[in-house]
């Protein structure tokens, strides 16, 4: 049954303790409706000789395959996702002695991290005979599950807000995927995406709505532990944060890890989030177990306005066990940091992947971040797309 050596074990949700059989195609947890989390026998892996093992196998995230849930290496759907390079950003002005560097995803098939996610659930979903798929999202998610869609043979449909980049639309529509635009934020393209596809027979691509995408975010935690010694592993990671799926998606990289006897210390997790729109760090401050809806949500980083992520439970319980928190940074801030990773560093960000950057200033003066620290910002996205130009008038218009 399994050439990859998945040691997939069971689908489990964190809110009520419910087991689902992984081994049907299951959304949220039927019990509650909560994002369901796969678990793996890990107790049958030797943790360091998988580590050791890995070196030997390729750059595609498929390498992890024990810790992924397919058990077919036919049903695999890849464009060679995987193996982003972390690089150094020497001498950051607005964070004196702090070692700095970015993990860029920008370089991914479909142009971000979404790739990670949609290469696993489109896999998953094939392996269990699922053929149509639709998803809500700000852009990159969609393009994500277009392309895997297509590789798969599979039929699919996107819901974008009307603001979604236009070269995103375009991308969908190249890659086969009927493009329905909708009026308002992400929010109200899942609502109305739900309720159009209840009775089509569509498998919902949501983000921790359906339980694999957040295993396929899993690797860039995966990735980080493995392109980093531990003398370089990084003391704080400082994510831009939507719907949330990344940091879930890191912090139960180093749980599993931490169970493999491969990890000692887990990095600080900060959620960065655009003043405009910005509902995970003000949980986060206040200090609650859930998020109220943004009202109102105005930003220039599509990926970042999302104004009631779902899981919102367990965000903060994964911000606060690693003992990070909450940044907000401004939209010109944004731009200003598209503008100097380009410039001074070669790099082309998307804004939301610039939001990290932003942040930088900030964690600095709060002593968040110290002199001699690590910290990885992750850069989740290319900016080919955008034009800072654009947004700059955006934010001043
Ligand atoms: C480039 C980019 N960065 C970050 C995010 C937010 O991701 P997450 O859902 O992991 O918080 C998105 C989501 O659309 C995105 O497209
Ligand atoms: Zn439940």
Redo the contacts with the bound molecule.
Sequence with gaps: MTDTGSLLKTLVCRACSTECDPSRPVGTCPQCGHTLFAEYALERLDGRAWAAALRGRGPSIWRFRELLPVHRSEAIVTLGEGSTPILPLPEVPEAAGVEVALKD?GGLPTG???ARGMAVAVSRATELGLRRFFVP?????AVALAAYGARAGASVRVYLPESAPGPMRAACALFGAEVIEVPGT?REAGEIGRARERDAGSFDMS??REPYRLEG?KTMGLEIFEQTTAETFPNAIV???????????MAKAFEELGALGLLERVPRLY?VQPEGCAPVVRALSEGTERIRPWESARTV????K?PA?FASER?LEAVRASRGGGVTVSDREIVRSMRSLAARYGISV????A?PYAALAELVRRGAVRSGERVLL?G??TGLAFSAEALEREVVG
């Excluded at 999202?137 to 998610?141: D, E, F, I, K, T």
């Excluded at 980083?301 to 970042?304: S, V």
């Excluded at 998307?350 to 992947?353: G, I, L, N, V, Y």
Aim: net charge neutral; hydrophobic share 35%; charged share 10%.
């Design positions: 995803d971000s991290f979404k999202s700000a852009g990159n998610a992400i983000t921790l975010k994510y831009p944060t939507g719907g949330g799926t990344g940091l879930v998606g959620a980083a599509p990926g970042l999302v992520p965000i998307s804004p939301e992947a939001a992750y989740t996205g």
